[in-house]
């Protein structure tokens, strides 16, 4: 069974750092591939939101939000998300999510647990 664990979540100032990880282990199909990675927030009340995503090919995007503040980065097992100049309104449950294309035809979407960022003074 695929097991997908985020960590490095806390309480920050406004302007501070944060490094967010994902892990992502067992996995139960004979033949899958990691087709992309991506970094998700949700506050109370909204949808999920779409943070920043790193393909297979190395390629990133990054919502307009957090262009120039954050960085993703990884491999096809570990993710990670850099958060520069951090700001109130960044605060959320951070997720992270793996897109698994199973025998080449089916995607299926792997999901942590979240992990609570808080961004105040």
């Known amino acids: 069974q695929v097991r997908v664990v985020e960590s490095g979540g806390g309480l920050v100032q406004p302007g501070s750092s944060l490094r967010l990880s994902c892990t992502r282990s067992g996995g139960m199909f004979s033949t899958f591939t990691v087709s992309s990675m991506a970094w998700y927030r949700q506050t109370p009340g909204k949808k999920r939101e779409l943070v920043a995503l790193?393909?297979?090919?190395?390629a990133t995007d990054y919502s307009d939000f957090v262009k120039g503040r954050f960085t993703i980065s990884g491999n096809n097992n570990k993710i990670y998300l850099q958060m520069d100049s951090l700001e109130p309104d960044d605060t959320a449950v951070y997720y992270c999510?793996?897109?698994?294309?199973?025998?080449?035809?089916?995607?299926?979407?792997?999901w942590g647990q979240g992990t609570q960022v808080t961004v105040s003074s």
């Open positions: 999510k793996f897109d698994l294309l199973v025998s080449g035809h089916t995607h299926v979407d792997y």
């Open positions: 790193l393909s297979n090919s190395g």
